[in-house]
């Protein structure tokens, strides 16, 4: 039987598995040297997540003998050391700083602040690459950190955390840093789907404020990491949100205003919020080099200035989730909910100053929380039929003020729909966070994150140049282009394409039409593509299978084109065309850059 049915196997089968073993040399392994990495990164950006949220339970217990102090009332002692009373706030941040600030000091400088914009910088400037200590040394500081009160979050480290295992991973795999890039931002993803069970927000938040780049191919590998960790948190944690928000109900037409108002007040707190956190910085700064005293030292001596603000707004220790909780629930008063805003604020500001060791995504949200919550007893006590909607005041302001201070509207929605489910606040959400991004720009070029590596001369934002600081910019791109190569006709069939680029031995070809205008290209990838998915693809025109790619103008200056060049797909370069669309040669990123910097 197995006999006859191999006798009936076509005869031009071997012709197309050849054809598959080719194009899965050059596309198809391709694609699993990036698919597979990044499953592995989700699971230890998971698995990582996990952990660290036990390290920051376990040491939040040993430091206050408490699951969450924050959540208590009435300054309850520690159980440990009944005989401090209420006045154990007061050491306990400077005993944690005298264990994570030597570990810091000593280890991974780098695990000091909150971590995103060494992600970010790692990203841009270093070719993904983050030692992998980091990960040990953030980890174990931030869980000490949180855990003895500082008033920080847990998601800024789990970033930063798995970015240096997907970092150490692919260095370790040897990829190239296109590849790299991608694996650090899918530990990120990963850490943040796992942490807030929210993988679509993880993956926005990776090619949005990281990666900066929508690619097909990027897109796919984050998805990966996000959805595989986020699968490893929910068997963790359960399958429900980390927050416990109120299900908001219908939002009229007229509300609309009342939530673009809530934008613009949101915009310019998320604004005041990076200020104030690095004027703290600055302050802490001089205060310290003004006493001379060893690094490792300042976060025991800034603890106690910050378990003197614990004693007076217990509110503040650690993360502050469950305060969170009853501000959008509407348990507190109007005037307390303007105190926990500028507690939070100046509590985070004096952690970071201090040397601590924690995110800032989670104060963003409770800072978003208490404004949108007062905000709405306002309009309350305005209108006082609104009363009932003061938790959809809340959240919205969670996501605006997060947007007005990272500047990621994308994230900040998808985010806050995740963790509600709630369809009707979409719309209200998306208002306001456009208008808090707006708000954020005019009054300032820099976000949370970016400010941090500006003030190192380093520039991250959206308007920043492309470095090519004494390059020469005047050059044509038609001095840089190198020959062509083979050329193929558009009446070329895909069989014909796929062997003339194994016989050549290159892996981008140019294809013209009868009048020799260029037609478009032929990569490896874009006939991978078309046989993997049809294996009659051999009788179709090159046409068919053409790679998206946008040809150059010969006259056009270098310096304008270069960053397009650097980002074409799959690093293969541009097709170059004369002012009659004929090609006139190829241009890569390596005769881009050559040109361009001056030979010495």
Known sequence: MYATDRRTVPARFPTVHAHVRLAGTRFGSA???????????????????????WLIEHATLLFSGHADYAATTGHPPNPWVPWLGAGFVVLAPAVGGLLYGPLIQRFAREARGHGVPEVMFAIARNGGRIRGGVAVVKALASAICIGSGGSVGREGPIIQIGSALGSTIGRWMRMPEGRLRTLVACGAAGGISATFNAPVAGVFFALELLLRDFTPTSFGAVAVASVTAALIGRAAFGDTAFLHLPTIGAVTPPEYLLFALLGLLAGAVGIGFTRVLYLVEDLCDVAWRATRGPEWLRPVVGGLLL?????????????????????VAGRYALGFLAVLVVGKVLATSLTLGIGGSGGVFAPSLFVGAMTGAAFGEVVASVAPGMHGQVGAFAVVGMGAVFAGSTRAPITAGIMLFELTGDYALVLPLFVAIVVATAVSRVLSRDTIYTLKLSRRGVDLTDSAPLPTEGARSDVPVGAAVRPLGPVLPATATADEALARLDAADVGVL?????????TGVVTARSVGDALLADEGFGTRVVGDVLADVEAVPADARLADVVERVVDADGGTGLPVVDGDGRPVGWLGTTDALRALVPTP
């Open 31 to 53: 694609a699993l040297r990036l698919a597979l990495p990044a499953l592995v990164v989700g699971v230890g950006a998971g698995v990582a997540a996990v952990v660290f949220r």
């Open 307 to 327: 378990g003197a603000l614990l004693l007076v707004l217990p509110q503040m220790y650690g993360v502050g989730y469950p305060v969170l909780e009853d501000g």
């Open 510 to 518: 140019v294809v013209v039409d009868a009048d020799g205008r260029l």
